[in-house]
Each structure stands twice: as structure tokens, then as C-alpha cells.
């Protein structure tokens, strides 16, 4: 079913269009990389406040606040540039080891960020203030911080298709 | 004088050539050029912000700089020390890149606006240096830093 809709974009005139245009991958990859220092270098100082490892006289809150309009319009850049990279070439990215585990440590940050959104957050009040947040959301930084790292790593790697498990090839989706 | 022999040598050493014959070290070392590249940015645009009066404006300027210091500094130096490899193992590339050295000389002018430049601006108060100085800083640090982004982009494009 994944494979007919990769196959069903990849067959789209406007799909065809972006993967023949002379510059378009090159402009989309380098928006892509600038946008991505932007939403990885902020969150990063996020989660090292949750964490307790930067900024930990500002109040949570003022993190917050001062930082995520910030993350938000560079997701968005990051977000748009990379679905239209995948748009523009999606049989190349639908066979890609590296590509979907990516997309597997981006589905973990989501989680994680509702998790805290949802829980962790209702209770900022209590601990705005605190230098060292309470575990919970010690544990919310973490986890962040290290599925980044793992994203912009496995982002890298997508480059080298062919370095993958034995076992990933045997699935043949090539 | 032409550097060209210069970047011929690094390419023949015994170092190059082991990047570029070995599968994994090479890869490894964009990962972890990439990962200092969002400290970097992170450490750099936390201060450049506030330079310009936007993000963390409830603390003060020389806290915040002085705080993302130490991270400025081990993520330029991680940067260089992956850079390295990558450079040396594809040398010539880069010496016939216009792109390389648009890289380099905006590293150049950069680490000059970032550690000298920006560094004194951000050490006092907001207001000791009027409300322009520090804003045209900042954004010359943004600039500088995006520059060098799309050269590096663009080197592994285009060259």
C-alpha cells in the first residue's frame, strides 16, 4: 500500500516536474541543511533547560516563549523543504534504509513532544522556576536530544543508499 | 604562490587515503560535522537573537553569551577537527571548488565577527554600545554563518 502511493506521487506531472528541474534539488537540499541548523541548534537549548544542563536561570516558560516562534518558522522551512524533496523523488527515498528510520526517530520527537505537551507541561508552574526540572521532564530533554542527533545523522546517511543491513536488502524494495 | 601542490600533498597522504578507501570513516565523520553544526548554530543563534532583541530577552546579554560560550568554542572545534578528514580525503575537489573557498573565507571572516567582534559587543550590557551596534552584529553573525552553510551545501553539490 506504501509502495502504490510513493509509486502513485512519483507518477504525478508536478512530482515529474521538480525531479527534472535543473536546480531545484540543489536549492530544496541547502534550505533543507540551513533550516535544519536553525530547529536543531534552538531545540537543542530547549532541551538542555528541561534537562538541566543550559540556561537554567531563565524560567521554563521564558524558554519557551522566547524560543519557539523561532522553531516554529524554521519547521516550517525544514518541514516544507523536506516533504518536497520526498515529493520530487519519492522511489528514491521509498527503497532508502536510512530515510525511514528517520522517519522513525522523527515519529519518537513527536511522541515525546506530545507526551510533554500533554502531561509533563500542565504542571510548569510548580517547577518554572527550579534550575533542575523534575524527572519526567529531565527525561522528555534526553530523549529529545538524542533522537535530534539521531536524525540529523540518519538525515546524513541517506546519502549512502547502499550502506544498509544485510537484511534490508533481502526485503527487496528496490 | 599557488597552493595547488599543497592540496596535491594532503590528498597522497597515507591519512587521505585511508578515508577515502575505508566504507564507514568517512560517513561517521559528516554525522558528527553535521551534529556540531546544530550546536553550533544553536550557541550562536541564542546570542545573535538577543543581539537583535528577540528570544531569550528576559536575561541579560552577557549571562546568556557567557553561558553559550563554552559550547560556541567545542562545536568550532569538533567542526574543524571532522572537517579535516573530509577535506584532506577529497582535497583536489575542494582546491578547484569556487564554492570552497567562498566557504573559507567566510569561516574566516565569521570566527573574526563571532570571537572577536561579537564576543566584546555581547560582554556588556544592552545599552553600552547603542541600539544599532549590536543589532548590525548580529545579523552580520547570521549572515556570515548562513553563508558559510550554503557553501558547504554546495560544494557537495555543484563541484
Known amino acids: 500500500m506504501l509502495r502504490s502511493l510513493f509509486e502513485f506521487v512519483d507518477a504525478l506531472p508536478s512530482s515529474v516536474a521538480w525531479r527534472e528541474s535543473l536546480n531545484a534539488y540543489v536549492y530544496l537540499l541547502t534550505a533543507h541543511v540551513v533550516s535544519m541548523g536553525v530547529v536543531a541548534g534552538i531545540i537543542s537549548y530547549w532541551d538542555m533547560r528541561l534537562a538541566g544542563m543550559a540556561l537554567k536561570w531563565i524560567p521554563v516558560s521564558k524558554v ?14 525544514n518541514a516544507g523543504t523536506g516533504l518536497l524533496m520526498v515529493y520530487s523523488q519519492p522511489m528514491r527515498y521509498y527503497p532508502n ?37 523534575p524527572l519526567k521532564a529531565r527525561v522528555a530533554g534526553y530523549v529529545s536530544l538524542a533522537f535530534w542527533a539521531g536524525v540529523i545523522a540518519t538525515g546524513r546517511m541517506t546519502a549512502y543508499s547502499g550502506l544498509v543491513p544485510q537484511w534490508w536488502i533481502d526485503l527487496g524494495l528496490g | ?28 565523520v559528516q554525522c558528527i560535522h553535521l551534529i556540531s553544526v546544530a550546536v553550533f548554530a544553536g550557541a550562536l543563534l ?41 577535506m584532506m580525503s577529497t582535497a583536489l575537489k575542494e582546491y578547484y ?63
Open chain 1, 97 to 133: 534504509f536510512w530515510f525511514w528510520l528517520k522517519m522513525g526517530m522523527l515519529l519518537v520527537l513527536v511522541a515525546n513532544a506530545a507526551y510533554f505537551h500533554l502531561s509533563i507541561e500542565k504542571t510548569v508552574e510548580k517547577w518554572d522556576n527550579d534550575p533542575v526540572a
Open chain 1, 64 to 77: 519557551q516563549s522566547g524560543l519557539f516562534p523561532w522553531l516554529y518558522g524554521g519547521t516550517a522551512v
Open chain 2, 1 to 28: 604562490m599557488s597552493l595547488q601542490p599543497f592540496f596535491q600533498w594532503m590528498q597522497t597522504q597515507p591519512f587521505a587515503a585511508f578515508f577515502l578507501e575505508s566504507i564507514w570513516p568517512t560517513p561517521i
Open chain 2, 46 to 86: 541564542i546570542v545573535d537573537l538577543r543581539l537583535l532583541g528577540r528570544g531569550l530577552t528576559s536575561s541579560s546579554i552577557p549571562k546568556l553569551a557567557s553561558a553559550a560560550q563554552p559550547w560556541l568554542v567545542w562545536s568550532f572545534v569538533a567542526l574543524i577537527v571532522s572537517g579535516i578528514p573530509q
Open chain 2, 97 to 159: 571548488s569556487p564554492f570552497f573557498w567562498w566557504k573559507m573565507e567566510m569561516v574566516f571572516l565569521g570566527a573574526i565577527v563571532t570571537f572577536v567582534v561579537r564576543k566584546r559587543i555581547a560582554s556588556k550590557e544592552e545599552g553600552h554600545f547603542g541600539p544599532v551596534w549590536p543589532k548590525v552584529v548580529g545579523m552580520t553573525s547570521i549572515a556570515l554563518w548562513t553563508s558559510v552553510t550554503i557553501g558547504a551545501r554546495l560544494i557537495g553539490l555543484l563541484s
